[in-house]
Each structure stands twice: as structure tokens, then as C-alpha cells.
């Protein structure tokens, strides 16, 4: 901390001393005492011994719950009163175990819970009683947001012990959702259509839940049996508890091979045969050299769900327009940035195209063009095949676009995986980008292996081609994870020959012409502590090699784009060709590298955290070989999302880089701050500022780099909010003179979920630009200005 408050005084920038003054939002005063102290010697062996005894019994006959059928008469109100006769009249279980701080300890407040069944329902109530009602934690909070205090329902439906979902629920009924798949691997994108409402009064805090069966996959029998498990977190006492407990010698997520059981569903029915999702927008835009124009624009998606276990969704002209605007990178590299995918066609099951090497990444598609149409057709057949089909087609709108050379192009993309061996299993994927004479072609081979309770395997066969035709273009990558909750251990070994190509497609940082072998090994040491105000510490040693595999292809290229650049002797030296061009002849096209080092997480008891890493490394470009450092330190409060008012995260790094467009080796230096807070029970803010300073070789500045974004959402009510999100950039270099880069977004949402799947958005969105380079804020330039109002309705037969 003295370090960075040297920086930041030498500097004498007035945006750096507000910056620095943004920092006392992590020093707000802190809840020391969110974790209660428990005497563990206490409990004998013996006890543990029991737990541990009841958890592998493969009976399941300790944690199985039967599910009350609900009769014609019987209605289910989703209040959150829990007052109808059947959830008395229905199985209930309580006894909840700890899972963290202190593992298999009983709880200090009881949970308990039932489950009911219709043709095409589940429903679940939760009793979560506390002593201390006046701590719950009860905000209103956008859809996907996880309470300070929540439940967690997790549902194996297909019940094979690797696929499921998982339901999260606050006090207020605020909902969270992924699927979860391959046991340990989730998708957070994934979002279903069911009903909560929670409710508090002075005993504690009540859930009801109803989850109609169409959201899952299950099998065709007439008689079910779910895995099933519920989790508990408690924010006064920064506690979390299971009713099927969680064994502490296991890895910390909760795994789809570990669950309880659901017995007694027979008869169901998922209900649906068709979901409709039309929607219209009117929208007025302005963009650079495009004239101002206004569009009325009409689409919608289509789902046929034939049985539980086959989807096909159909889009057609898909409209975006309430998702989130993307956030600004301090970019310092050569590769572009991965933006996550939140687009709903996309996001929807795509788990199932999800491989090692990211073969397919969905923003590829409509980067460069309207998209027209699409088809997406998932499923998995009774006796473990899994797979999906994705098509899409970019082209110029049938309605006014602000794009002028919409990219004409195919997309596709066919993936199947076949269960084996229990937990296990192999794939293959195959994706194409077809447009006029280009194409990029990808084929894979993949397999994830559990070899025992703790150890995995995951492997990737990939070639990426495209219509240069060309060797060399394979990519191999082998995984073997050790879990555990004290010691756990990662090898890693990978080969990218220079020619492979994905990223029209898929996405890797790769650069053309150029590959590399690679094997990484990391170990893990993570004790408990649970006093001296210590919850954990958690230590990570890794040690890596590197073999870059250049190719005359990539320096050639590089010598065009920089005719006065001279590589260093060890690749050769340049002559010129025929056409005058200058080549690169002899030399070496291979150099060994290595990374060494360490990070250190030192977990609090009231929930702070404090981070060091520490690397150092090699690395060769085409000016040779150099050496480097990276230090990253950080520093985080008690998050929001555990029950703090306010929060924060501060963090510095000074590390070595290669500037690219300079070609020389560099040092640059960042701070970071994340400040939260909740100033209501339904408003929450958000600021991130970042500031990146860069160096020459001889230690003088030569670019420094400032973002900062908001983030502010007022909840009117759970299905009801206004969100307001503000980023900048200032960017600006010292090379062969002072140029400016400055660009800013502002973009309103008002999002109404009027009824379950249908919704109203209002949005506006409006960037600018410095476009001189070097006159700063006063002549920013509008980039794009729309205004949108788009109306959706979910209907099914």
C-alpha cells in the first residue's frame, strides 16, 4: 500500500489523485464478526465418522426425500406463505450439515424442506428459520443476482450422475439459474422459465418454488428418480450448509455425482410441445457516415421440444437489444478482447458445443453481418448421446441496418458426445464458416475421463483449416486434474502447430504463422484455519515451458507491415526477393522458454481477501529473447453478494511486456478499484476505474491509459428495473508524437418482465469518439446514437 501511494504522488495527475481517492471506499467499516468461532474438538471421531459413514452409503437411504403427488384439489399459490395442507401433509427433511467454514458440523439454525409434484410441476418449499431475523439479508436484486442470504436447489432430472441444474433463491424470490454438465462444469448462461416468492418474518425466512418440468431433461420412464440436493447460505454467519453434506476431503463445487435423491415422481408430463417468442422494436439510430433513419423490426424465436430430451429453437431476424453493452478493455495486446456471450438464441444450452479448445465462440456470428436466421437443435437419447446442431446465416437485414457491408456467410456447427465408463465421455465437433471463396473448417476429437473421485482427464485432438490449404495445422491438448480440498493438482500439456486456425469460428490468441508446444504443471496447498481471524490460506506453485514454433510465413509478414524492422541474428537474416519484398532466410524458427512462480490467497474470517502473485518468465519475439516479472497484489473487502453495504477491490500490477506496434520490450504498471454499494434495499452502483501507465526501454513513459465505467440498477420491483451504465477511455501515447484515444458509451435499460418469459425494454445507447487524435474531450464525435423500444411475448401451445 506505501508503494502505491508513492506512485500515485510522483505522478502529479489529477486524474490519478481521483482515482486514489476512490480508494476509501474499501476501508468502509466491515462486519468483524460475520463468522461465528466453533471449538472443533468438540466433536469426536466417532461423529465424523458417522457422517462420512451415511454419505457412502450407495443405499442413498440416508438422503432420499419422497415427493407428494398433489391431487386435482390440491392448488399451490407461489406466495411464499407455505400455508396450503399439502406441504404439511408432504415428506420433510431438515438436519443440514456444514459445508464451509467448519465442514460437518451441525448448524446453528435449522432448515427444513418438502417437495410436491403435479403432471407438470415440481414444487419446492423451504422453512429457513434464524435466530436473528433482523440480520437476513432480504434485497431486491436483478434476475441472475445471488443474495447475500439464498437457497440453492440442485437437480439431476436425467439422473445420470452428470448433468443437472441448479436453482438459486433469495428471501425476496430473486432468481439465479445454470446448468450444470460433465459433473463439475456449469453453464452460467443458461436461463429457465419457473416462479419464486420468499417471504420474512420474525422466525426466519420462507422459499416457495415452482418449476415446470419443460425446463429439464428427463427420462421416459414412468417412474423417476431425481438426484437432488439444497444448500443453504446464511450471510450473519458467512456460512453455507447441505442437507446431503459435502464431504471436505472432496473438491469445493458441488458435484451432480454427489446429490441426494428424489423418489416418488411417476406420470409427468413437460407440457409444452411449442414455445413462441415474437417480438417487435422501433428504434431510431444515427452512426458515423450513415444517415439518420428509423426502423420498425419484426422476429421472433420458435421452440419445439417433441419430448423432454429434444429441443430445436428457431430464430428468425433476432433483435439483441436488451442485452447489456459490452464493457471496455485496457487492451495492451495483439489479440482482441473475448466478450462473453449473453445473447439468449446463443446462450441457451450451449454447454453441449462447449470443448477444451474453444473450437466455437457464438460472438463470431453476427460480428460482421445481420443475422437473418438461425436453427439450434439440442438433445440427449436414453442411452448417452448427447448432441447438437447450430446453423446460421449473416447477410445485409430485409430491414434498415446500420451495418454497410453486411457479411455474407454461413455458419455451422454439429457436436455429439457419447457417455462411457460411468462419469465419463468422448465428442466430436465440427464447425464451418462458409462465405463466397473463404471458409474456416474445424474438426475435434475431445474426451473428459473421471479416473476416480478426485482425478480427471480432459483431451482435445483439433484441426483448423482454411482455403490457403495448408499443413501443420493441428492443435493437441491433454489435461490431468488432482482435486481436493487441501492439496489438488493441474499438468497440462499442449501443442499449437503454426498453421491451425480457428478464429473466424472459434477463438484462441494465436497470431497466423505461428505455434507453440507447451506443458504446465500447478500445485495447490489450501489449509483450513478458522482462527487467528483466518478462515484459509490457499498456496499455488507453477512451473511452465514453452517452445515457440515461428515460421518464415509469420516473419515475412511481419517485415511487410514493418519494412524497417531487423530481427534478431538467431532467425536469420533479411535479404530481398524478386519482387523486391524484404524475406527472412536461415536461422532458427524454435526457442525455449519458462515461467516460474507463485501465488498466495489469504482468506479472512470476516470475508476479505488479500492476493500476491508473483511470475517470472522468458519469452522470445522477433527482436530475441528477454526475461521479465509480474507482481499482482489485491486487496478485496467483504463482497456485496455476502452481505456487505459497501465493497471493494483494489489491486496493483507491474509486469513486462512486448509492445508490438514499437517492437521492443517494455514494463507497464496498473491500478485497479471496484467500489459497490447498496445505498437502498433496491439500488445498487457499481464503479470500476482502471490506470495503465507504459514504458520504454529506457524507463520513460510512453502511453498511459484511463477507464472508467458505472454501473447503477433501481429495482422497482424484482421483474421491474432501470439500469444506467457509463464507461470511458482515455488512452493517450508519446511515440514519434502525442496522440489522444478517447471513446465513451452511455447506455439506459428499462427492463419490465410483465409476465413469466415476456417483456418490455426501453433502451438507449450513445457512443463517441476523439477522431483528430489528439484534441481530447472537445471534439467528441458522435460514433452511434440509437433510441429502441422492443416488446416480447412468450406464449406456448
Not at 430430451?309 to 439483441?320: E, H, I, M, R, Y
Not at 437485414?397 to 457417455?419: H, I, P, Y
Not at 475431445?446 to 482454411?466: E, I, P
Not at 482435486?483 to 493441474?490: K, Q, S, Y
Request: with cysteine.
Amino acid at each position: 500500500m506505501h508503494l502505491t501511494v508513492f506512485l500515485l504522488i510522483k505522478n502529479k495527475n489529477p486524474l490519478i489523485f481521483l482515482f486514489f481517492g476512490l480508494v476509501g471506499i474499501l476501508f468502509l467499516p466491515q462486519d468483524l464478526l460475520a463468522q461465528r468461532v466453533v471449538d472443533i474438538s468438540q466433536y469426536p471421531p466417532e461423529y465424523f465418522d458417522s457422517i462420512r459413514a451415511n454419505v457412502y452409503d450407495t443405499t442413498n437411504v440416508n438422503y432420499t426425500i419422497r415427493a407428494y403427488r398433489l391431487s386435482s384439489e390440491d392448488k399451490i399459490v407461489i406466495d411464499g406463505n407455505l400455508d396450503e395442507p399439502a406441504w404439511k401433509i408432504a415428506d420433510r427433511k431438515t438436519n443440514f450439515i456444514e459445508k464451509d467454514p467448519y465442514p460437518l458440523i451441525p448448524t446453528s439454525d435449522e432448515t427444513e424442506f418438502a417437495i410436491l409434484y403435479d403432471d407438470e410441476n415440481l414444487y419446492v418449499g423451504v422453512w429457513c428459520w434464524d435466530a436473528v431475523p433482523d440480520k437476513i439479508v432480504a434485497y431486491l436484486a436483478p434476475r441472475g443476482t445471488y443474495g447475500a442470504d439464498n437457497l440453492q436447489l440442485f437437480i439431476d432430472s436425467y439422473n445420470d450422475d452428470r448433468t443437472g441444474y441448479k436453482f438459486v433463491i433469495s428471501p425476496t424470490g430473486v432468481q439465479g439459474d445454470e446448468l450444470r454438465y460433465d459433473d463439475v462444469k456449469r453453464d452460467r448462461n443458461w436461463n429457465g422459465i419457473w416462479y419464486s416468492e420468499g417471504k420474512v418474518d420474525d422466525k426466519g425466512w420462507y422459499v416457495e418454488v415452482k418449476i415446470p418440468f419443460f425446463n429439464m431433461r428427463y427420462s421416459s420412464s414412468e417412474q423417476q428418480t431425481w438426484g437432488f440436493n439444497i444448500m443453504r447460505t446464511m450471510a450473519r454467519e458467512a456460512s453455507r450448509s447441505q442437507w446431503k453434506p459435502h464431504l471436505p476431503e472432496w473438491e469445493n463445487n458441488t458435484r451432480m455425482s454427489q446429490l441426494g435423491q428424489i423418489v416418488g415422481i411417476k406420470n409427468i408430463s413437460s407440457g409444452r410441445t411449442f414455445e413462441l417468442r415474437p417480438y417487435g422494436t422501433v428504434s431510431s439510430t444515427e452512426a458515423l457516415n450513415v444517415s439518420p433513419f428509423k426502423t420498425l423490426n419484426l422476429g421472433g424465436d420458435i421452440r419445439f421440444s417433441p419430448s423432454p430430451n429434444l429441443t430445436a429453437d428457431f430464430t428468425f431476424n433476432p433483435d439483441f437489444a436488451q442485452v447489456d453493452a459490452d464493457v471496455f478493455e485496457i487492451n495492451l495486446t495483439r489479440f482482441p478482447t473475448r466478450f462473453a456471450e449473453l445473447r439468449p438464441f446463443f446462450t441457451e444450452r450451449i454447454n453441449v458445443f462447449n470443448t477444451p479448445l474453444e473450437l466455437f465462440y457464438s460472438r463470431r456470428i453476427g460480428a460482421k453481418g445481420d443475422i437473418l436466421g438461425g436453427v439450434k437443435m439440442t438433445g440427449k437419447l436414453n442411452h448417452g448421446v448427447e448432441f447438437g446442431v447450430l446453423g446460421n446465416v449473416t447477410g445485409k437485414s430485409v430491414f434498415k441496418s446500420a451495418l454497410q457491408n453486411s457479411e455474407k456467410a454461413t455458419f455451422g456447427v454439429m457436436r455429439v458426445k457419447k457417455d462411457i465408463l460411468g462419469s465419463s465421455n468422448i465428442g466430436i465437433l465440427a464447425a464451418t464458416k462458409e462465405e463466397a471463396d473463404n471458409y474456416n473448417r474445424i474438426f475435434g476429437v475431445d474426451g473428459s475421463f473421471v479416473l476416480s473421485g478426485n482425478d480427471f482427464v480432459d483431451f482435445q485432438v483439433a484441426t483448423g483449416q482454411t482455403e490457403k490449404q495448408t499443413e501443420q495445422n493441428m492443435a493437441y491438448n491433454l489435461i490431468y486434474t488432482r482435486t481436493g480440498d487441501l492439496m489438488g493438482l493441474i499438468l497440462t500439456g499442449e501443442r499449437i502447430e503454426p498453421e491451425f486456425e480457428i478464429n473466424r469460428v472459434g477463438y484462441i490468441q494465436k497470431e497466423a504463422y505461428r505455434g507453440w508446444d507447451n506443458v504446465t504443471g500447478t500445485y495447490k496447498l489450501s489449509p483450513r484455519i478458522n482462527k487467528y481471524n483466518l478462515r484459509r490460506i490457499t498456496a499455488n506453485a507453477t512451473l511452465e515451458f514453452d517452445r515457440d514454433l515461428f515460421t518464415s510465413e509469420y516473419i515475412n509478414n511481419v517485415l511487410q507491415n514493418f519494412p524497417d524492422f531487423v530481427p534478431d541474428v538467431m532467425f536469420g537474416s533479411v535479404t530481398t526477393n524478386d519482387e523486391g519484398n524484404p524475406v527472412i532466410s536461415d536461422g532458427s524458427r524454435t526457442s525455449n522458454n519458462y515461467k516460474v512462480g507463485g501465488d498466495l490467497t489469504i482468506n479472512m474470517i470476516n470475508e476479505m481477501i488479500i492476493v500476491a502473485d508473483y511470475k517470472r518468465f522468458t519469452a522470445t519475439e522477433l527482436t530475441g529473447q528477454y526475461s521479465g516479472n509480474l507482481l499482482t497484489l489485491s486487496y478485496s473487502t467483504r463482497p456485496i453478494n455476502k452481505g456487505a453495504s459497501f465493497a471493494g477491490v483494489f489491486g496493483f500490477t507491474n509486469d513486462t511486456y512486448y509492445n508490438f506496434n514499437q517492437k521492443y520490450v517494455a514494463r507497464q504498471r496498473k491500478l485497479t478499484l471496484e467500489g459497490e454499494g447498496r445505498l437502498t434495499r433496491n439500488f445498487l452502483t457499481t464503479l470500476i476505474g482502471d490506470y495503465t501507465e507504459t514504458f520504454t526501454t529506457s524507463d520513460h513513459k510512453d502511453g498511459r491509459y484511463f477507464k472508467l465505467s458505472s454501473n447503477s440498477t433501481w429495482m422497482f420491483t424484482k421483474d421491474f428495473y432501470l439500469r444506467v451504465h457509463a464507461q470511458g477511455i482515455l488512452g493517450t501515447t508519446f511515440y514519434q508524437q502525442k496522440e489522444i484515444y478517447n471513446e465513451y458509451l452511455l447506455s439506459c435499460l428499462m427492463s419490465w418482465e410483465y409476465r413469466p418469459g415476456s417483456f418490455l425494454y426501453l433502451a438507449y445507447n450513445e457512443g463517441r469518439f476523439d477522431p483528430s487524435g489528439n484534441s481530447g474531450w472537445r471534439n467528441m464525435s458522435l460514433n452511434n446514437r440509437t433510441i429502441i423500444l422492443k416488446i416480447s411475448y412468450f406464449f406456448s401451445i
